[in-house]
C-alpha cells in the first residue's frame, strides 16, 4: 500500500504544468513559417491505386461499349498490380460471364471469394455469378445450390 502511494505522488509530481518563463513574461508566439509550396498529396495506398482505378475505369468502359475482351485485357493488367484485390477478380468474373466463359467465370468467382475475406457481400455476389455460370451451363442443381449459398452470405 505504502508503494502505491509513493507511485502516486511521483506521478503527481511528474504531471504537473510547466511553468512560463521567467519574469512572469508571456512567451513569445512563434510567427506562421511562409509558406514555400504546396503541399505534397498524401501517398495513394493500395486501396487507392491510381492506375487500378484507372483501368477499371477504362474496362467499365469498354463493358459498355460491348469490347469485353478489351475490358478483360484491363483487368488482368489491374490484377498483375493487385493480384489479391477480391473485387478486380470478381469484375473479371462478370467479364468471363458475359463473354460466354461460363467455366471460367465460376473458377474467377471462385477466387474472388478466396481473398475476400470477412466480405460476405462480396462472397454472396460471387456465387449469384456462380448460379450464372452454372445455370448457363445446364447445371441447375449446381445453380441452385450457388443461389442457397448467396441467400445464406446475405443473411449474415
Do not use: Y
Amino acid at each position: 500500500m505504502r508503494f502505491f502511494a509513493a507511485l502516486l505522488i511521483f506521478l503527481a509530481a511528474c504531471a504537473t504544468a510547466p511553468e512560463g518563463p521567467p519574469g512572469g513574461q508571456p512567451e513569445p508566439v512563434p510567427s506562421a513559417p511562409p509558406p514555400t509550396a504546396e503541399p505534397a498529396p498524401p501517398p495513394v495506398s493500395r486501396s487507392e491505386n491510381v492506375a487500378v482505378a484507372g483501368l477499371m475505369e477504362s474496362a467499365r468502359a469498354d463493358v459498355a461499349a460491348g469490347k469485353l475482351s478489351t475490358a478483360a485485357a484491363s483487368i488482368e493488367r489491374a490484377l498483375r498490380i493487385e493480384p489479391r484485390n477480391p473485387r478486380l477478380w470478381q469484375e473479371l468474373a462478370r467479364v468471363r460471364l458475359q463473354q460466354g466463359q461460363h467455366v471460367q467465370a465460376e473458377e474467377v468467382a471462385k477466387r474472388s471469394s478466396s481473398f475476400a475475406g470477412s466480405d460476405n457481400a462480396l462472397r454472396a455476389e460471387n456465387w449469384r455469378l456462380i448460379a450464372q455460370a452454372r445455370e448457363a451451363l445446364g447445371d441447375a442443381d449446381g445453380a441452385r445450390a450457388a443461389r442457397e449459398s448467396a441467400e445464406k452470405l446475405s443473411l449474415r
